[in-house]
């Protein structure tokens, strides 16, 4: 009698745990994920204000996913009122997102999307202000431009879901596509078991709250100071810091978090060293201003 009623426990807490109204969607959290949350939600940010609606704060973790992890995040509070957010994109050739940054009088930057390293030019869906500037090219990943960072025409910002029929039917008037799909209606999606998931790099990510707050968030790698994350620990991640939603950028030597008066405050990771000096050239950028 007490196997089975054991048995039962278990199976019933399986069911709880794996299940969701949404089809592509699963979270089974073991304790050990449990754990790297809690290490995240419990540890004291080095908090720096830059505007009474934004603040950013960093932290480098010394045993977090079982290794050290340098992680920045920018908290932009009453996103599509008193800030704005656009995607400031190169028209030939490759800008470094801080110059995007300043051209652009932001106060926030951060790398965008995925891009052509040798020609130029996004690679991924991409309309801004109604106008199509890029079509996903031919045989790009699905799963890469699968969801986007959208402004619609009261500013506001979100991340959704690329439509059945495509990008095209997709009505906010700006989308910059990426992906994989991180969190989406407070549930982390499952994800693939490709190299580009399950190895650790670089990595940017942008997310909302429930609150309404819109969170970017960039994780160093390719150091022993920063050692980057696979993309189900960036999506355990953007949970611990509250996203109900939550995609993945470009990463690697791309990710990149500018601020104001400070400058590159992360690790970028194109010059192979753990200093603010090793920024990429990109073809677009998410900013943020008043």
Same mark, same amino acid.
């Given at each position: 009698m007490y196997k089975k009623l054991l048995y039962l426990f278990f199976s019933i807490c399986l069911f709880s745990c794996a299940t969701t109204n949404e089809s592509n969607v699963v979270t089974v959290l073991t304790t050990k994920d449990g754990s790297n949350i809690?290490?995240?939600?419990?540890?004291?940010?080095?908090?720096?204000?830059?505007?009474?609606?934004?603040?950013?704060?960093?932290?480098?973790?010394?045993?977090?996913?079982?290794?050290?992890?340098? #992680?920045?995040? @920018? /908290?932009?509070?009453?996103?599509?009122? %008193?800030?704005?957010? $656009?995607?400031?994109?190169?028209?030939?050739?490759?800008?470094?997102?801080?110059?995007?940054?300043?051209?652009?009088? $932001?106060? @926030? $930057? #951060?790398?965008?999307?995925?891009?052509?390293?040798?020609?130029?030019?996004?690679? @991924?869906?991409?309309?801004?202000?109604?106008?199509?500037?890029?079509?996903?090219? /031919?045989?790009?990943?699905?799963? %890469?431009?699968?969801?986007?960072?959208?402004?619609?025409?009261? /500013?506001?910002?979100?991340?959704?879901?690329?439509? #059945?029929n495509g990008w095209a039917g997709a009505t906010e008037k700006t989308i910059l596509s990426s992906g994989p799909l991180l969190r989406y209606h407070d549930v982390n999606a499952s994800q693939e078991k490709t190299k580009f998931n399950t190895n650790r790099h670089p990595r940017t990510a942008i997310g909302r709250t429930q609150d309404g707050r819109i969170l970017a968030v960039v994780v160093d790698g390719r150091s022993s100071q920063g050692q980057g994350v696979s993309i189900k620990e960036l999506a355990q991640l953007m949970h611990a810091l509250g996203c109900v939603d939550a995609m993945n950028l470009d990463g690697g030597g791309s990710s990149t978090v500018w601020i104001k008066n400070s400058g590159i405050v992360n690790f970028p990771s194109d010059n192979k060293m753990y200093d603010h000096q090793g920024e990429r050239a990109v073809v677009n950028a998410i900013i943020f201003k008043e």
């Amino acid at each position: 009698m007490y196997k089975k009623l054991l048995y039962l426990f278990f199976s019933i807490c399986l069911f709880s745990c794996a299940t969701t109204n949404e089809s592509n969607v699963v979270t089974v959290l073991t304790t050990k994920d449990g754990s790297n949350i809690q290490k995240i939600q419990s540890i004291n940010w080095t908090k720096n204000k830059i505007h009474p609606k934004i603040s950013w704060n960093h932290h480098q973790f010394q045993d977090l996913f079982s290794s050290i992890q340098s #992680i920045t995040v @920018v /908290e932009i509070k009453s996103p599509g009122k %008193r800030i704005k957010a $656009a995607v400031e994109y190169a028209t030939s050739g490759f800008i470094k997102t801080s110059d995007f940054a300043k051209s652009s009088e $932001a106060l @926030v $930057a #951060i790398n965008g999307s995925f891009f052509d390293t040798k020609n130029g030019g996004s690679i @991924v869906f991409f309309k801004k202000n109604g106008l199509i500037i890029n079509q996903t090219k /031919e045989g790009f990943t699905p799963t %890469r431009e699968s969801v986007g960072f959208s402004i619609n025409k009261s /500013e506001s910002m979100e991340i959704i879901k690329k439509p #059945i029929n495509g990008w095209a039917g997709a009505t906010e008037k700006t989308i910059l596509s990426s992906g994989p799909l991180l969190r989406y209606h407070d549930v982390n999606a499952s994800q693939e078991k490709t190299k580009f998931n399950t190895n650790r790099h670089p990595r940017t990510a942008i997310g909302r709250t429930q609150d309404g707050r819109i969170l970017a968030v960039v994780v160093d790698g390719r150091s022993s100071q920063g050692q980057g994350v696979s993309i189900k620990e960036l999506a355990q991640l953007m949970h611990a810091l509250g996203c109900v939603d939550a995609m993945n950028l470009d990463g690697g030597g791309s990710s990149t978090v500018w601020i104001k008066n400070s400058g590159i405050v992360n690790f970028p990771s194109d010059n192979k060293m753990y200093d603010h000096q090793g920024e990429r050239a990109v073809v677009n950028a998410i900013i943020f201003k008043e």
